[in-house]
Structures are given as C-alpha cells and as structure tokens.
C-alpha cells in the first residue's frame, strides 16, 4: 500500500486494498464494518477500525441476473452476474461486470469541457476448485478501467487473488 497506515483500512477478500475507486463494490457477498483498532486483524495497523469487502463465490447453483439502471444526466449503468457449475462441487465459475457512465454536470463556459462525467467498466471472474471434500480454493481476476473526469484520472488495473480455505465436513 505505501506511505502511512490508513487510520481505517479497506480489504477486499482479505487482502489490504485502498479502495477509493469505482470498480469494487459490485456482487460483493457481505460488506463489514469493524470499529476500533485493528493492528493485528491483518497485518495493517489500522487506528479507527476496518471495512472488509467480501465478493461473491462462485457456487454450485446455475444462475445469474442483469441490472440496468437509467439516470438523469445520460446516466447509464450496466450489472450482470453469470454463475455456472461446470464440474458440479467440484470446478465452479462466477463472471460479473459493472459499466457506469453518466454525463458531467459541470461545463467549462470557455472551452466547453464537461467536467465531473462518470466513465468506468469493471469485471470480475472467479473460479472455485474443490477437489476434495476438505479444501476449497478460489481465484479472482479483476479487470477495471475507469476514465472519469471527476478526479481527473485515468486508471488501469489487473488484479489476481488467491484464496483457500478448509471447508467443514459434516
């Protein structure tokens, strides 16, 4: 992350993350908010507490759904989740995306820029392998690009995660 510690930390599935940026919050399976010092949670020293963002696992069910959401200044934005079960408990896929785009509302009356726009796409694949009952790992891709004119940035990002976990036998 560099520089100083946040006084409150962001972590997406687990990993450190300054999540200041469109692109994240989009088929998240849980958001939580931990109040309080949190230096040895994960590693980060945080003063004023923790948000953890959790996204969604793929899952052994066959599903998935489109959002579309129309706005006030050409305001568009676009969600779809796909899930599917290719090898059923045992190889899972889970695709997402998320494209907003909305017109700014601020206008340079000189050179008739528009200011304050909203341009971003976002997209996520998991997969989850199970080869056994015991163990359960699952891989993130996340793809975002973003080219908005609020904060007069242009951003590019790839990021892999890696998570496994020990899944209970009952």
């Known amino acids: 992350m560099g520089g100083p510690d946040p006084a409150v930390a962001t972590y997406f599935n687990d990993v450190p993350?300054?999540?200041?940026?469109?692109?994240?919050?989009?088929?998240?399976?849980?958001?939580?908010?931990?109040?309080?010092?949190?230096?040895?949670?994960?590693?980060?020293?945080?003063?004023?507490?923790?948000?953890?963002?959790?996204?969604?696992?793929?899952?052994?069910?066959?599903?998935?759904?489109?959002?579309?959401?129309d706005g006030n200044y050409n305001a568009?934005?676009?969600?779809?989740?796909?899930?599917?079960?290719?090898v059923n408990d045992v190889l899972m896929?889970?695709?997402?995306?998320?494209?907003?785009?909305?017109?700014?509302?601020?206008?340079n009356p000189i050179n008739?820029?528009?200011?304050?726009?909203?341009?971003?796409?976002a997209a996520r694949l998991g997969s989850c392998i199970s080869p056994r009952t015991a163990l359960r790992t699952t891989f993130w891709s996340t793809l975002r690009r973003s080219m908005s004119t609020a904060r007069a940035t242009s951003a590019f990002s790839i990021t892999r995660m890696v998570h496994s976990s020990p899944v209970q036998v009952t």
């Open 17 to 69: 993350t300054v999540v200041t940026s469109s692109g994240y919050l989009f088929d998240l399976e849980n958001l939580q908010v931990l109040k309080g010092p949190q230096g040895t949670l994960f590693g980060v020293n945080s003063t004023g507490g923790a948000v953890l963002f959790v996204p969604a696992r793929p899952t052994s069910e066959l599903g998935g759904y489109i959002d579309v959401t």
């Open 112 to 121: 008739g820029h528009d200011y304050d726009n909203t341009d971003y796409q």
């Open 76 to 86: 568009r934005r676009y969600q779809t989740v796909v899930n599917v079960p290719l």
């Open 93 to 107: 896929v889970r695709f997402a995306a998320d494209l907003n785009y909305r017109d700014g509302y601020t206008i």
